[in-house]
């Protein structure tokens, strides 16, 4: 994999400061991304370095901090049970309650391991009380990971499950660093390029934001939403939540959950909250519409309908189920669509019915589409759907405020949660959006309280669009947690701010290069989505209109 620190552009130069306030501590500096990051004690040294890589468009690294002796590595002991989720993202059962973790630091002790327990509180944020979130027990302090891993072997052998983690991905504020965060910046002022998202040649397979990049010729890019990673919980590479690409709706939105909004290739930026309603319309009756291009019955990330098992409501990295639904789909799915047990209302390019196939899925018509029906929702399909009758498919988006929104073919829209900033003000919004887990704290912990690699997006007061990544799960670079992404986010001068896909997701690529370091043991991760700054224009702008 190819790493640099920046492509070719003109260097602006180097901020170094040292002994800075922490931004937790004093208010924001009032020039856009001038406060020193709200990381660590505020003696650290931190240095910037900026480059220019094409009008209106810069890239800063930012490191803080640097090798702290005081870190190290241990063995968090699982709880026997623990989630056994394929997502290499999905945190591992780690907490249980005092009692609980009493009794099994004590079983470790008789089997001749140095066990601990440890309570992890976690802070506030505008929707959740924080507070204690449950206890942990760990074995041992080394001064090497394989040290922690030869111990966690042990372990094993012993009948016990446990992982090597560092201390410095727990969020304790008075650890030392390092961190390294890289910032794009992309002001409307000088910027004559074109900011849009790209899901590749179809929405039902995975791709590298570096292949996204090299395949549009653009000059940096980094990943995006949140999207299906496991075929069990539909198509990997399916948007998880709201997908606008080029102003058309190709995902619904997760019921509720913030949208990282671009119009007008990054002359306008905003981050705000979608609900959505779908119809499927023939002659005389229309039915309602469960979602756009995704596996029927699964709901990744939830917040879809009524009868959705377990909940209605969001909650991240939880696919819920309903046996019962109408899913529409565009040419932009893929070459099939999803098979299975149902019926499917195939339509040509002028939205006519030309094929009802059972069981549903198979080939679509060029410039056509298809209405899938499952469960009790084939009965439904049955009655509308007639071979060269006119079948219709609306949606509508609506913001927080319970607008329409009406997207212009300049516009996209990418899945993102928890909300960090709004208004200039933290706003951390883990509840709302379902990164709260009833009855599994351990979930919490690990996605929301610790230390991960992370993406982040949003707006400054001068319109800028600014885009974050974070390295971590390193020695080299420890990982923000949710709360201290905001914090960072509003360091950096930022009035409205969300939370995109992070963990071994969390990618940058500047000229063709990737210039973090993506944590997946693999390397770089095919994504979903992202983001990408071209150096032209490539679609015409409400602004700007098309001389053709």
Same mark, same amino acid.
């Given at each position: 994999?190819?790493?640099?620190?920046?492509?070719?552009?003109?260097?602006?130069?180097?901020?170094?400061?040292?002994?800075?306030?922490?931004?937790?501590?004093?208010?924001?500096?009032?020039?856009?991304?001038?406060?020193?990051?709200?990381?660590?004690?505020?003696?650290?040294?931190?240095?910037?370095?900026?480059?220019?890589?094409?009008?209106?468009?810069?890239?800063?690294?930012?490191?803080?901090?640097?090798?702290?002796?005081?870190?190290?590595?241990?063995?968090?002991?699982?709880?026997?049970?623990?989630?056994?989720?394929?997502?290499?993202?999905?945190?591992?059962?780690?907490?249980?309650?005092?009692?609980?973790?009493?009794?099994?630091?004590?079983?470790?002790?008789?089997?001749?391991?140095?066990?601990?327990?440890?309570?992890?509180?976690?802070?506030?944020?505008?929707?959740?009380?924080?507070?204690?979130?449950?206890?942990?027990?760990?074995?041992?302090?080394?001064?090497?990971?394989?040290?922690?891993?030869?111990?966690?072997?042990?372990?094993?052998?012993?009948?016990?499950?446990?992982?090597?983690?560092?201390?410095?991905?727990? /969020?304790?504020?008075?650890?030392?660093?390092?961190?390294?965060?890289?910032?794009?910046?992309?002001?409307?002022?000088?910027?004559?390029?074109?900011?849009?998202?790209?899901?590749?040649?179809?929405?039902?397979?995975?791709?590298?934001?570096?292949?996204?990049?090299?395949?549009?010729?653009?000059?940096?890019?980094?990943?995006?939403?949140?999207?299906?990673?496991?075929?069990?919980?539909?198509? $990997?590479?399916?948007?998880?939540?709201?997908?606008?690409?080029?102003?058309?709706?190709?995902?619904?939105?997760?019921?509720?959950?913030?949208?990282?909004?671009?119009?007008?290739?990054?002359?306008?930026?905003?981050?705000?909250?979608?609900?959505?309603?779908?119809?499927?319309?023939?002659?005389?009756?229309?039915?309602?519409?469960?979602?756009?291009?995704?596996?029927?019955?699964?709901?990744?990330?939830?917040?879809? /309908?009524?009868?959705?098992?377990?909940?209605?409501?969001?909650?991240?990295?939880?696919?819920?189920?309903?046996?019962?639904?109408?899913?529409?789909?565009?040419?932009?799915?893929?070459?099939?669509?999803?098979?299975?047990?149902?019926?499917?209302?195939?339509?040509?390019?002028?939205?006519?019915?030309?094929?009802?196939?059972?069981?549903?899925?198979?080939?679509?018509?060029?410039?056509?589409?298809?209405?899938?029906?499952?469960?009790?929702?084939?009965?439904?399909?049955?009655?509308?759907?007639?071979?060269?009758?006119?079948?219709?498919?609306?949606?509508?988006?609506?913001?927080?405020?319970?607008?329409?929104?009406?997207?212009?073919?300049?516009?996209?829209?990418?899945?993102?949660?928890?909300?960090?900033?709004?208004?200039?003000?933290?706003?951390?919004?883990?509840?709302?959006?379902?990164?709260?887990?009833?009855?599994?704290?351990?979930?919490?912990?690990?996605?929301?309280?610790?230390?991960?690699?992370?993406?982040?997006? /949003?707006?400054?007061?001068?319109?800028?669009?600014?885009?974050?990544?974070?390295?971590?799960?390193?020695?080299?670079?420890?990982?923000?947690?949710?709360?201290?992404?905001?914090?960072?986010?509003?360091?950096?001068?930022?009035?409205?701010?969300?939370?995109?896909?992070?963990?071994?997701?969390?990618?940058?690529?500047?000229?063709?290069?990737?210039?973090?370091?993506?944590?997946?043991?693999?390397?770089?991760?095919?994504?979903?989505?992202?983001?990408?700054?071209? $150096?032209?224009?490539?679609?015409?702008?409400?602004?700007?209109?098309?001389?053709?």
């Amino acid at each position: 994999m190819k790493k640099r620190l920046c492509g070719a552009g003109v260097a602006l130069g180097v901020l170094v400061t040292m002994g800075v306030p922490s931004a937790q501590a004093a208010p924001p500096d009032p020039r856009p991304g001038r406060s020193a990051l709200p990381l660590g004690p505020s003696d650290l040294t931190e240095t910037r370095t900026t480059t220019t890589l094409q009008p209106g468009v810069t890239l800063t690294r930012i490191v803080r901090g640097g090798e702290d002796p005081a870190l190290r590595w241990t063995v968090e002991v699982a709880v026997p049970g623990g989630d056994t989720s394929p997502d290499p993202d999905a945190p591992p059962t780690a907490l249980k309650d005092e009692a609980s973790a009493d009794e099994l630091a004590a079983a470790l002790e008789r089997d001749g391991f140095r066990a601990r327990v440890e309570e992890v509180t976690t802070p506030e944020t505008a929707d959740y009380a924080g507070g204690t979130l449950g206890w942990r027990v760990r074995v041992g302090a080394f001064g090497s990971q394989s040290a922690a891993a030869s111990e966690r072997t042990r372990l094993r052998a012993a009948g016990y499950t446990g992982t090597a983690v560092y201390t410095g991905w727990d /969020g304790d504020p008075t650890a030392r660093g390092p961190w390294r965060v890289d910032v794009l910046t992309v002001d409307p002022r000088r910027f004559r390029g074109s900011l849009q998202a790209s899901y590749g040649p179809d929405l039902e397979n995975r791709e590298t934001t570096s292949a996204l990049s090299d395949a549009a010729g653009a000059t940096a890019a980094v990943n995006a939403g949140f999207f299906v990673l496991d075929p069990r919980a539909g198509a $990997p590479g399916d948007p998880a939540g709201v997908g606008v690409y080029d102003g058309r709706l190709l995902s619904e939105p997760v019921s509720g959950r913030p949208g990282l909004v671009i119009h007008d290739n990054g002359r306008r930026t905003e981050v705000t909250r979608f609900t959505w309603r779908g119809r499927v319309i023939g002659r005389d009756t229309s039915l309602s519409l469960s979602g756009v291009n995704r596996v029927p019955g699964l709901i990744r990330n939830c917040g879809g /309908g009524p009868g959705d098992l377990p909940t209605s409501s969001p909650l991240h990295d939880v696919t819920c189920t309903n046996a019962d639904e109408l899913v529409a789909f565009t040419p932009d799915y893929g070459r099939r669509t999803p098979q299975g047990e149902g019926l499917e209302a195939v339509l040509d390019a002028r939205d006519r019915v030309v094929e009802l196939r059972s069981p549903r899925g198979g080939p679509l018509p060029p410039g056509g589409g298809s209405v899938q029906a499952t469960g009790r929702r084939v009965a439904e399909l049955t009655g509308l759907a007639h071979v060269g009758a006119p079948l219709r498919v609306g949606t509508t988006l609506r913001d927080r405020q319970g607008r329409r929104v009406s997207p212009s073919p300049g516009t996209d829209i990418l899945n993102a949660g928890p909300e960090l900033v709004r208004d200039g003000r933290l706003h951390v919004t883990p509840a709302t959006d379902g990164m709260v887990h009833p009855d599994d704290p351990s979930f919490y912990y690990g996605w929301v309280h610790k230390r991960n690699p992370r993406t982040l997006a /949003g707006v400054d007061a001068a319109g800028r669009t600014v885009l974050v990544t974070a390295d971590g799960r390193s020695t080299d670079a420890l990982g923000l947690s949710i709360v201290e992404s905001a914090g960072i986010a509003r360091a950096l001068g930022l009035r409205d701010a969300v939370n995109l896909d992070g963990g071994g997701s969390t990618t940058m690529v500047v000229d063709g290069d990737v210039v973090n370091d993506p944590s997946d043991a693999a390397g770089e991760r095919p994504v979903g989505d992202a983001l990408l700054v071209l $150096p032209r224009t490539n679609r015409p702008s409400p602004a700007e209109p098309s001389t053709q």
